[in-house]
Nanobody
Framework: QVQLVESGGGLVQAGGSLRLSCAAS????????MGWYRQSPGNQRELVAT???????GYADSVKGRFTISRDNAKNTVYLQMNSLKPEDTAVYYC????????????WGQGTQVTVSS
């Protein structure tokens, strides 16, 4: 069984910063790509940023230059540093990981709320 546990969400004023963390635990052989997604009320879940095990990254256009994704492979943990936050960044943020145990599949965290006030 694999669990992804997120932390770091909260309420911040526009222009502020938050750092999200997501740690994978369980009977893990390796963690491949990891990523962050977000979903706001009435909208579909959308990709925010991804990072390969090698460290190569990808970002949604809406967050480029403001958000930075990183990971610690030894800790099976992914981070999302969010700077210059805007009210439109308000959403539930979900961690995703491509995990190899006895088989390979995607796992999701429970979500963490990020609220940016104007």
């Amino acid at each position: 069984q694999v669990q992804l546990v997120e932390s770091g969400g909260g309420l911040v004023q526009a222009g502020g910063s938050l750092r999200l963390s997501c740690a994978a635990s369980g009977s893990i052989l390796s963690v491949n790509a990891m990523g962050w997604y977000r979903q706001s009320p009435g909208n579909q879940r959308e990709l925010v940023a991804t990072i390969a095990r090698s460290g190569s990254t990808g970002y949604a256009d809406s967050v480029k230059g403001r958000f930075t994704i990183s990971r610690d492979n030894a800790k099976n943990t992914v981070y999302l540093q969010m700077n210059s936050l805007k009210p439109e960044d308000t959403a539930v943020y979900y961690c995703n990981a491509d995990v190899l145990t006895f088989y390979r599949r995607d796992y999701w965290g429970q979500g963490t709320q990020v609220t940016v006030s104007s």
